[in-house]
């Protein structure tokens, strides 16, 4: 008895490319589900998009930043010009005051010197009317003080402007002196030379600003 050959068996089960093949079948129309991203993708996707927004914002921002900063420099810079030059413009309208007055100073103590010297033989006329007139000076001088602060000057100008108000304070007691020839010569002399040297500190102090 002689060996039966065998035919070999197949497999009937269709491959991968036939079923990729195959028509589908008929009424199944589901769509073939969308490949699932993970979630640590999708979070970094986000975060990349968020970043780049960042980026994108301070780009814009800090060229805007920097145009504010640098405007509001220059604007602070040019009021502190504009304070200085009217202080300047102030002081400088102080001067022709302050001459006025150190000239009436300097013509009441020449009158007020001869008065004593010659026992009211001299100027008796005369020194009342210069004494008014040095008044209206003192008058002017105040008042132009009281037109602007005299803090905004500075230190050096406030305190030199403080010592000239208390210089002219005893300006009334000491013309009282003269005319009950109460004083001395060189007494009346040193109160006006004082006084004068005072006021005349103050056009020093403001020229060196």
Same mark, same amino acid.
């Given at each position: 008895m002689q060996p039966t050959d065998h035919a070999p068996i197949e497999?009937?089960?269709? =491959?991968?490319?036939?079923?990729?093949?195959?028509?589908? =079948?008929?009424?199944?129309?589901?769509?073939?589900?969308?490949?699932?991203?993970?979630?640590?993708?999708?979070?970094?996707?986000f975060l990349k998009n968020v970043r780049i927004g960042i980026r994108i914002a301070l780009a814009l921002a800090l060229p805007l930043i920097g145009l504010l900063a640098y405007a509001g420099l220059t604007l602070y810079e040019k009021k502190g010009i504009s304070d200085r030059m009217t202080a300047l413009d102030t002081l400088a309208a102080l001067g022709p005051t302050l001459g006025d007055l150190t000239h009436d100073?300097?013509?009441?103590?020449?009158?007020?010197?001869?008065?004593?010297?010659?026992?009211?033989?001299?100027?008796?006329?005369?020194?009342?009317?210069?004494?008014?007139? =040095?008044?209206?000076?003192?008058?002017?001088?105040?008042?132009h003080l009281a037109a602007f602060d005299t803090t905004a000057q500075g230190a050096a100008v406030e305190a030199r402007l403080a010592e000239a108000k208390a210089a002219l304070a005893p300006l009334a007691a000491q013309r009282q002196s003269i005319d009950r020839f109460q004083t001395t010569y060189a007494r009346m002399t040193d109160f006006y030379a004082q006084t004068i040297a005072t006021l005349l500190a103050i056009l020093r102090t403001t020229a060196r600003r």
């Open positions: 497999d009937s089960r269709p =491959t991968e490319a036939e079923r990729q093949t195959q028509p589908a =079948t008929p009424g199944d129309d589901r769509p073939s589900p969308a490949p699932k991203k993970s979630g640590r993708s999708s979070r970094l996707a100073l300097q013509k009441e103590r020449s009158m007020s010197a001869g008065f004593l010297s010659s026992e009211g033989a001299k100027f008796p006329q005369e020194l009342p009317r210069q004494r008014q007139a =040095t008044d209206a000076r003192i008058r002017a001088f105040e008042d």
